[in-house]
C-alpha cells in the first residue's frame, strides 16, 4: 500500500459517531480482507476535498448518513500490513444508520463505546487518534455540540484518564 516513492499512501476516513440515550457511541467496519477493525476510509475521491472523500467512504462501507463535525480532522501513520498509510480523519456526527449499504455483504459494522472501540481497533494509530478526539469532544460544552450529560462524570473522567 506504500506509494512508488516509499512514502506512506494518502487515505481519509471518518470517524463516525452518535448519541444514543445519552451514551457516545462510534461506528467502526471490518475491513474486507483482513478482516481488521477500522474506521471507513479510502482513496481520495477525484474532483473531492479529503473530509468529502471521507463521508463518501462512510456510506459506501459502513452506511453511515452524516455531516463533518466541525474543522477537526486527525492525521496518523498506520503500520498496515499492505504497507504504510497516511491517514487522516475527520470526525463525522452520524445522522441515519442504513440498513443496507453497498458493501454492507462485505463488512460487519458494530456501535461500541470509545472504550471498546479502543479495545477493538486493531491499527495503533487508529486508537491513538479514538483516543485525541474523545477527548477534544468530552471537553466541549453541550452547545458547542460536544460533551456528555454532567450525570457521566465519573464515565468522564474514565474516558479521560484512559480505559482499562
Given at each position: 500500500?506504500?506509494g512508488?516513492?516509499?512514502?506512506?499512501?494518502?487515505?481519509?476516513g471518518?470517524?463516525?459517531?452518535?448519541?444514543?440515550?445519552g451514551?457516545?457511541?462510534?461506528?467502526?467496519i471490518?475491513?474486507?480482507?483482513?478482516?481488521?477493525?477500522?474506521?471507513?476510509?479510502g482513496?481520495?475521491?477525484?474532483?473531492?476535498?479529503?473530509?468529502?472523500?471521507?463521508?463518501?467512504e462512510a456510506?459506501e462501507?459502513?452506511g453511515?448518513?452524516g455531516r463533518?463535525?466541525?474543522?477537526?480532522?486527525?492525521?496518523?501513520?498506520?503500520?498496515?500490513p499492505?504497507g504504510?498509510i497516511?491517514?487522516?480523519?475527520?470526525?463525522?456526527?452520524v445522522e441515519?444508520?442504513r440498513?443496507?449499504?453497498p458493501?454492507?455483504h462485505q463488512r460487519r459494522?458494530?456501535?461500541?463505546?470509545?472504550?471498546?472501540?479502543?479495545?477493538?481497533?486493531?491499527?495503533k494509530a487508529s486508537?491513538?487518534?479514538l483516543?485525541?478526539?474523545?477527548?477534544?469532544?468530552?471537553?466541549?460544552p453541550?452547545?458547542?455540540?460536544g460533551?456528555?450529560?454532567?450525570?457521566?462524570?465519573?464515565q468522564?473522567?474514565?474516558a479521560?484518564?484512559g480505559?482499562?
Amino acid at each position: 500500500m506504500s506509494g512508488k516513492n516509499g512514502k506512506p499512501r494518502k487515505q481519509y476516513g471518518a470517524l463516525p459517531f452518535i448519541q444514543v440515550g445519552g451514551k457516545l457511541r462510534v461506528v467502526l467496519i471490518t475491513s474486507r480482507t483482513h478482516q481488521n477493525w477500522i474506521f471507513p476510509k479510502g482513496n481520495r475521491v477525484p474532483g473531492r476535498s479529503g473530509a468529502d472523500s471521507a463521508l463518501q467512504e462512510a456510506r459506501e462501507e459502513a452506511g453511515v448518513i452524516g455531516r463533518r463535525w466541525g474543522r477537526m480532522k486527525l492525521r496518523g501513520i498506520v503500520d498496515h500490513p499492505d504497507g504504510k498509510i497516511d491517514l487522516t480523519l475527520y470526525p463525522m456526527r452520524v445522522e441515519r444508520l442504513r440498513t443496507s449499504w453497498p458493501e454492507a455483504h462485505q463488512r460487519r459494522r458494530v456501535l461500541v463505546s470509545v472504550c471498546e472501540g479502543e479495545k477493538l481497533l486493531t491499527f495503533k494509530a487508529s486508537r491513538r487518534m479514538l483516543r485525541q478526539w474523545a477527548a477534544h469532544f468530552r471537553n466541549l460544552p453541550a452547545e458547542a455540540g460536544g460533551g456528555l450529560s454532567r450525570s457521566r462524570s465519573s464515565q468522564d473522567s474514565r474516558a479521560r484518564s484512559g480505559c482499562r
